[in-house]
């Protein structure tokens, strides 16, 4: 299936969503922000989806903002097209499914920004990855500012998006920000593994995981203690976890459906 600037494969039980404008390095377009938003939204609701990838075509994975458009826009219009880019952040962080980025090239902007959404992040060792927004005289959009200082520490966030200096997939590896780093011509096939692995486990608990770990960003700890709590009390009667303790104890793997 393909949307305007978007291309959208499901193998097996693994959604690959790839950003298809590779003539413009993957540059975000209404188009593109809109499809991916569509296509979460409903792979969120789609019991058969049960692990997704955000991939680009061509040379990179995002060049983020589109510069050649930059400059033309009024403070209205600038409004309404991050207010898209937040509907697409927050939808990615409330879907119960978890979502891979593979990063290829160069992940710039709000390029990087989309990568740091996604709940892992497996990358090319030559990828690059830039905060470009001071060299044209931005600030950060797409939750960059949220993200990065949780990840590195705010005097790092802060320097990387002050001086806008490439950053490799090796040091950001360093700082625990990507998940794995191979080689550029084995990433699909280590994305693809991951994939498997995750779409073949307790997708409900990782669901559950995913929220809580996003709550934990924000709450106290009694909040997450008694939510803990509570999601527990329906884990403990779902498919995956009878299916989980059978398997323990006849010692075979276990054959979660994510139910």
Same mark, same amino acid.
């Given at each position: 299936?393909?949307?305007?600037?978007?291309?959208?494969?499901?193998?097996?039980?693994?959604?690959?969503?790839?950003?298809?404008?590779?003539?413009?390095?993957?540059?975000?377009?209404?188009?593109?922000?809109?499809?991916?938003?569509?296509?979460?939204?409903?792979?969120?609701?789609?019991?058969?989806?049960?692990? $997704?990838?955000?991939?680009?075509?061509?040379?990179?994975? @995002?060049?983020?903002?589109?510069? &050649?458009?930059?400059? %033309?826009?009024?403070? @209205?219009?600038?409004?309404?097209? $991050?207010?898209?880019?937040?509907?697409l952040i927050m939808t990615m962080k409330s879907c119960e499914k978890p979502i891979i980025a593979?990063?290829?090239?160069?992940?710039?902007?709000?390029?990087?920004?989309?990568?740091?959404?996604?709940?892992?992040?497996?990358?090319?060792?030559?990828?690059?990855?830039?905060?470009?927004?001071?060299?044209?005289?931005?600030? @950060?959009?797409?939750?960059?500012?949220?993200?990065?200082?949780?990840?590195?520490?705010?005097?790092?966030?802060?320097?990387?998006?002050?001086?806008?200096?490439?950053? @490799?997939?090796?040091?950001?590896?360093?700082?625990?920000?990507?998940?794995?780093?191979?080689?550029?011509?084995?990433?699909?096939?280590?994305?693809?593994?991951?994939?498997? &692995?995750?779409?073949?486990?307790?997708?409900?608990?990782?669901?559950?995981? &995913?929220?809580?770990?996003?709550?934990?960003?924000?709450?106290?700890?009694?909040?997450?203690?008694?939510?803990?709590?509570?999601? %527990?009390?329906?884990?403990?009667?779902?498919?995956?976890?009878?299916e989980g303790v059978a398997a323990f104890k006849e010692k075979r793997k276990p054959v979660f459906?994510? &139910?």
């Amino acid at each position: 299936m393909e949307t305007m600037h978007l291309l959208v494969e499901q193998s097996g039980s693994v959604l690959w969503l790839t950003l298809n404008r590779p003539e413009r390095l993957n540059a975000f377009s209404p188009e593109m922000i809109a499809g991916l938003t569509r296509a979460i939204e409903r792979a969120a609701m789609d019991d058969a989806v049960r692990a $997704i990838v955000l991939s680009g075509a061509g040379r990179a994975f @995002s060049a983020g903002g589109d510069v &050649k458009a930059m400059g %033309q826009s009024s403070a @209205s219009q600038a409004y309404e097209h $991050i207010g898209r880019l937040n509907r697409l952040i927050m939808t990615m962080k409330s879907c119960e499914k978890p979502i891979i980025a593979a990063v290829h090239g160069v992940a710039a902007g709000a390029g990087f920004n989309l990568a740091l959404a996604c709940d892992l992040i497996l990358a090319a060792e030559d990828s690059q990855f830039i905060l470009s927004f001071a060299n044209v005289g931005l600030v @950060s959009d797409g939750g960059g500012s949220y993200w990065l200082p949780r990840l590195v520490g705010p005097h790092l966030a802060k320097q990387f998006f002050f001086t806008a200096e490439p950053i @490799s997939a090796h040091r950001l590896y360093e700082l625990g920000v990507l998940s794995k780093i191979v080689p550029a011509e084995e990433l699909r096939e280590a994305v693809e593994a991951l994939a498997a &692995k995750l779409a073949a486990g307790p997708t409900k608990a990782i669901g559950k995981q &995913k929220r809580l770990i996003e709550h934990a960003l924000t709450a106290t700890l009694e909040e997450i203690l008694e939510e803990e709590r509570l999601i %527990q009390g329906l884990m403990v009667e779902t498919d995956d976890h009878r299916e989980g303790v059978a398997a323990f104890k006849e010692k075979r793997k276990p054959v979660f459906q994510g &139910k």
